[in-house]
Nanobody
């Protein structure tokens, strides 16, 4: 199994910034390196459907963003640290939600794929609150 743990959420004023982290661990990484997992960030606000925000390929060479965060959020990864980051700038009240990271395995020839075919592993989420 692959475990994902998010951190970095909190309360921030409109216009402020936060950086979320998603750390991967698990014995599965002994035979399927983190380089072969595409990682995505999602969020879910109360009463709303889960929204896909961004993804990054296993080798970090491919990134994609949803329209609601394009130009404000930046995804990156450090495979040596088994960590994926989401830098969030110019935060708005509508960004208030629980933020989740998720991972999906890709084949060895798919290290540039984003998103993966399926997100198989999910973290527990971290709360981001931007008051109005």
């Amino acid at each position: 199994q692959l475990q994902l743990v998010e951190s970095g959420g909190g309360l921030v004023q409109p216009g402020g910034s936060l950086r979320l982290s998603c750390v991967a661990s698990g014995s599965i990484l002994d035979y399927h390196a983190i380089d072969y997992y595409a990682i995505g960030w999602f969020r879910q606000a109360p009463g709303k459907e889960r929204e896909e925000l961004s993804c990054i390929s296993g080798n970090g060479g491919t990134t994609k963003y949803g329209d609601s965060v394009k130009g404000r959020f930046t995804i990156s990864r450090d495979n040596a640290k088994k960590t994926v980051y989401l830098q969030m700038n110019s935060l708005k009240p509508e960004d208030t939600a629980i933020y989740y990271c998720a991972a999906g395995a890709v084949p060895t020839y798919g290290s540039s794929w984003c998103p993966p075919a399926d997100y198989d592993y999910w973290g527990q989420g971290t709360q981001v609150t931007v008051p109005s």
